[in-house]
């Protein structure tokens, strides 16, 4: 905009908006000449956010020396985000295919572990799994002081992790239960078998973004057959293999591993590790995040 018999500079400001994100058009103008510069700022870049997902340790069956491993690496990681997967307890004696003496046990174990663990890792984001579910199922399908009781310890464990800084408890379910973080969305994971994490892929991910999964406590990492991209990761888990007893006889646990998931996004921009125990030592590297 030039204005005749007016000196000076007059600056415009443009503020546009587009997909690729905000930035700032500056036109410059002299009344004299009449000349019009734009000059185009971009904004800041995007925040880098660093998580961590962590699963599965089922409370009393928890791999005590993982989870410290755990631990000392959030300390020196220090995410932003600290996902829990789900499966923080185990909740045994309400397995649908319990047992007389799995019925018969006591949660008081059970629940101290897993608060524990939540205690020490302080998830900002919970996202409860099938075991937890169980509590909800225990809810639903009992009345009377049982019922009361249930709800007493599902209301204990949900005061215990906004105590230690959880600021989302997302329920198990297969359409609500997802959280997104930028172009990575993780849940607890609601298939099993050979192919559960590339079908969680196809089914949760963005285009060109990933999904992270816990409930089959295996650890990895596919590449999925989809238009655009996607990519599913899982990062084991931190529960004692030798103490779930109703895992003995299946064949799918010889693919279970002990890690957890960690890494960064950055606007649409994402990097995912997976921490794994190699014999005695743990093997992860964040050295440029």
């Known amino acids: 905009m030039c204005e005749t018999g007016v000196l000076g500079l007059t600056i415009s ?33 995007p925040k ?39 499966d923080c307890f185990d909740i045994r004696p309400y397995r649908k295919s319990a047992d007389a003496e799995e019925k018969n046990q006591s949660l008081k174990d059970d629940i101290k572990w897993g608060k ?12 409860m799994g099938n075991h937890e579910y169980r509590l909800y199922e225990g809810v639903e399908n009992n009345i009377g002081r049982k019922q009361e009781l249930i709800q007493e310890l599902l209301d204990d464990i949900k005061s215990c992790l ?10 198990y379910h297969a359409d609500k239960g997802v959280y997104s973080l930028g172009k990575v969305r993780a849940c607890h994971g609601y298939k099993c078998g ?5 079908e969680h892929a196809i089914h ?28 599913g990761f899982t990062g084991g888990c931190l529960c004692l293999k030798d103490e779930m007893s109703y ?7 010889s693919k279970w591993a002990t890690g957890w998931l960690y890494g960064y ?13 190699v014999g005695k030592k743990w093997i992860y590297s964040h050295t440029d995040i």
């Open 13 to 45: 400001l443009l503020l546009c908006l587009r997909k690729t994100g905000l930035f700032v058009i500056c036109v410059l103008t002299s009344s004299r000449s009449c000349v019009t510069t734009p000059l185009i700022f971009p904004m800041s870049k």
């Open 116 to 127: 524990w663990f939540i205690q020490n890792y302080k998830p900002t984001v919970m996202l």
């Open 204 to 231: 949760y991910a963005d285009r060109g973004g990933a999904v992270i999964i816990g409930h089959i406590h295996s650890m990895q990492m596919v590449t999925a057959q989809r238009w655009g991209g996607c990519v």
């Open 265 to 277: 996004i950055e606007g649409n921009n994402w990097k995912i590790w997976q921490a794994h125990k």
């Open 247 to 253: 895992a003995q006889n299946r064949f799918a646990t």
């Open 194 to 198: 050979k192919n559960a994490v590339e």
């Open 162 to 171: 906004r105590a230690n800084g959880c600021k989302k408890i997302i329920p």
């Open 48 to 86: 880098r956010i660093k998580f961590v997902y962590a699963s599965d340790n089922h409370g009393d069956k928890v791999d005590k020396k993982a989870a410290e491993a755990l631990f000392a690496f959030c300390k020196d990681f220090k995410p932003d985000v600290r996902i829990h997967g789900g």
